[in-house]
């Protein structure tokens, strides 16, 4: 059962990946490519590059950019590929594992609730569609829900080996963003607080709790390089910017709960709302599953309260629609009888995995997926975010970088340009110039389509007004995809 899950999860988060990115991918590509800079040049510092901080996810895109044999300064479709394998790769881990670690917490007894929570996993559009997408949320939640199942199976079978496992995960889920925090602090509180209701005749939850956290902090500090050599700068660093996102309070649930709503297939809904039900109504009795539910409240509370608010910010929140669903669906099993019980999974089955199959291709961000999927003809349902369009840029910078040298050489000019261009690297693999960072101090400024490359540094109008004779125009069919121009320092010999 398990292999067919995780074909089935593989399947529909890797299946007709193309080259479409999401807006803030291009900015992760980059990032990654400074992080690895900085560890070859010894520079560990230099590791610490973002408030998030998407360490575990700049770790996995540099290794899978290197096994590929990708360069990151070129982007094509390798380095698209590497960097959507590392949620492929969660997304299909979580879901699949799902099913045997619920059987070895719960009991054999619960295997059906286990299995269906799993082919939930497995299905949940929203989950498939963002395991697809090259960002953290979905690396984050997959090491988070690990860590969660692993820590729970270690207060299960007193095993400090797990504890220990379980915290690494969720330093991993942690360190690719910090808003994560929450869910581990919670699971491992709720442990604390077993303990404390027992009077400490039962110590299981604080010891688990304890070598979790210990491994916890253990684990951010070994995976985090900037953590080795300026720790008390880095931790500033994030204490500030966790307190200028958090101290700022701006409740708006409305907006969390309209995006899980527009989000969420109308069975799974109604199958929560049922299953939160039966576990109100019986709490005593699946103690451990209860537990795991709670530790994802203050998260979603935290988020509803911060002023920055972004629909797949509630990501995190569909692992516990999918248990409670997984919940009423057995509960359903357990009142039908015997005889009809195998008719009733194969009719779970047909509902959960090919209808919910088909919302996936219909809402993917993949275009290729939605024409080349046989349920779902066409692509015509609005997608969940804009994708980004990254071509085969390699011929964009060949070309643009040959028209600027021709220029140059015509101009009468024998040294190196001035360009200030945000590929500036990419450009110099085919042609020396020296990169300048200011558009005022360049001899050439490039200027590309924000939906090929979105800017960094976007031009400011009296910029615009500046730049001088347009040099050439790189075009894909009748897209202008990116702009030559003389700029202020050039000078014609």
């Known amino acids: 059962m398990t292999l067919g899950l995780g074909a089935l999860a593989l399947f529909l988060r890797g299946y007709a990946l193309d080259d479409n990115l999401h807006w803030d991918s291009p900015k992760w590509i980059d990032r990654t490519d400074r992080f690895w800079a900085a560890l070859s040049r010894g520079r560990l510092s230099k590791t610490h590059l973002a408030p998030h901080p998407g360490v ?9 950019v290197k096994l590929l044999g990708a360069n990151a300064e070129v982007m094509n479709h390798s380095v698209a590929l590497a960097a959507k394998l590392p949620a492929v790769m969660l997304g299909t881990l979580a879901a699949t594992l799902t099913f045997p670690m619920l059987v070895a917490i719960l009991g054999r007894a619960s295997w059906i609730l286990a299995f269906l929570a799993s082919v939930l996993w497995v299905t949940e559009p929203y989950l498939v569609a963002q395991s697809r997408i ?20 270690a207060y299960r079978r007193q095993r400090w080996q797990l504890a220990i496992a379980a915290g690494l995960l969720f330093a991993l889920g942690c360190l690719t963003k910090f808003a994560m925090v929450p869910i581990p602090g919670t699971a491992m509180l709720l442990l604390g607080v077993e303990s404390l209701l027992t009077r400490l005749r039962d110590r299981r939850g604080i010891v688990v709790a304890a070598i979790a956290g210990v491994s916890l902090l253990a684990g951010v500090f070994a995976f985090w390089p900037a953590l080795w050599v300026q720790p008390i700068e ?30 969420t297939p109308y069975e799974t809904g109604l199958l929560a709302l049922l299953g939160l039900i039966l576990l109100v109504a019986h709490l005593g009795r699946p103690r451990l599953l209860s537990w795991l539910l709670l530790s994802f409240v203050p998260y979603f509370v935290i988020i509803a309260l911060a002023p920055k608010k972004l629909s797949r910010y509630v990501l995190p929140v569909f692992p516990a629609f999918v248990v409670l669903s997984a919940i009423a669906l057995s509960w359903f099993y357990d009142r039908v009888g015997k005889r009809w019980r195998s008719a009733f999974v194969l009719t779970a089955l047909a509902l959960l995995t090919l209808l919910r199959t088909e919302r996936v291709a219909a809402n993917s961000l993949q275009a290729s997926f939605c024409a080349s999927w046989p349920i779902a003809p066409g692509c015509d349902a ?38 200030f261009c945000e590929t500036a690297r990419s450009i110099n693999r085919f042609v020396p110039i020296k990169a300048v960072g200011r558009r005022g101090e360049a001899d050439y400024v490039i200027e590309w389509d924000p939906d090929y490359f ?25 897209q202008i995809v990116g702009t030559a121009f003389r700029g202020a320092k050039f000078r014609p010999k």
């Open 56 to 64: 575990t996810y700049m770790w996995l895109q540099g290794f899978f």
């Open 234 to 263: 880095t931790l500033s660093s994030v204490i500030h910017l966790t307190d200028k996102v958090v101290g700022q309070v701006r409740n708006d649930i409305g907006f969390y709960l309209t995006s899980i709503a527009r989000r």
């Open 382 to 419: 609005q997608t969940l975010q804009k994708p980004i369009r990254i071509a085969m840029r390699e011929p964009f910078y060949k070309e643009m970088a040959e028209a600027i040298a021709a220029d140059w050489r015509e101009s009468g000019h024998r040294k190196k340009p001035r360009v």
């Open 454 to 478: 979105p800017p960094r540094d976007p031009p400011k109008k009296a910029e615009i007004a500046r730049l001088g004779q347009r040099v050439h125009v790189v075009r894909e069919g009748d």
């Open 134 to 153: 090259a960002h953290l949320d979905m690396i984050a939640l997959g090491f988070t829900w690990l860590g969660l199942l692993t820590l729970a199976l």
